[in-house]
């Protein structure tokens, strides 16, 4: 059965830092990668999807790469924001729906 | 607008008593999902349907019950069975089933044992 870990499950940090968040999974056999970003009390956005086939997306301050062999990810932030503070959820899809890791929750301090 | 609307936002639910959750999508997607979330937790899944009157149990569907009657609703009944209801509801939707498709969640249902 798939499982999904996230480290750390909090992080804070000043405003300008650049920052890593890692994801690993047990069962390399999947489709794909995403993350996500959880508002509290609200639904979850989809940041950035890498395909099994792919290393790495970027979408403007955010890269995500995918080690697909060895079951990691790492989700990188450049020049964090006080606007980035959110928790950040890391899901795979293989043979069954999106397995989630818990998260990590993040706080950018002005 | 374009995406997927969960209601009621919060929901109090007696003991005993069966409750629905409303989750609808304009975004002719075919694969729905329902997620529960508790404090400080992932998401888990109870139940997907890929097509239209058909569904999939997900690793925690006792004490829940769905049913895709149109492509574009999927609701989620928590009966009585559910012993600790008290959580966060998710409501998804993808294209066309898990494998390689970004998934659109809704705003989420708070639902509260009294």
């Known amino acids: 059965k798939q499982e999904v870990t996230q480290i750390p499950a909090a992080l804070s940090v000043p405003e300008g830092e650049n920052l890593v968040l890692n994801c690993s999974f047990t069962d390399s056999a999947i489709y794909n990668l995403q993350w996500f970003r959880q508002d509290p009390g609200k639904g979850l956005t989809s940041l950035l999807l890498?395909?099994?086939?792919?290393r790495e997306q970027t979408s403007g301050r955010l890269n995500a790469s995918l080690d697909k062999s060895s079951g990691r990810s790492t989700l990188y932030i450049a020049a964090s924001q006080p606007g980035d503070s959110a928790t950040y959820l890391c899901a795979v899809s293989g043979n069954t729906p999106l397995v989630f890791g818990k998260g990590t929750r993040l706080s950018v301090i002005a | 607008d374009g995406g997927i609307t969960q209601s009621p936002k919060y929901l109090f639910r007696k003991e005993g008593q069966n409750v629905t959750l409303s989750c609808e999508q304009n975004?002719?997607?075919?694969?729905m999902y329902w997620y529960r979330q508790d404090p400080g937790q992932g998401l888990r899944l109870i139940y997907y349907s890929q097509i239209v009157n058909d569904f999939q149990k997900g690793d925690i569907a006792e004490g829940y019950s769905v049913s895709r009657e149109k492509k574009e609703s999927f609701p989620l009944t928590v009966t009585s069975a559910q012993k600790n209801p008290t959580a966060f509801y998710l409501c998804?939707?993808?294209?066309?089933?898990?494998?390689?498709?970004?998934?659109?969640f809704g705003e989420g249902s708070w639902l509260t044992v009294v």
């Open positions: 998804a939707s993808s294209t066309t089933g898990h494998s390689g498709n970004t998934i659109y």
């Open positions: 975004l002719n997607h075919d694969a």
């Open positions: 890498i395909q099994s086939s792919q």
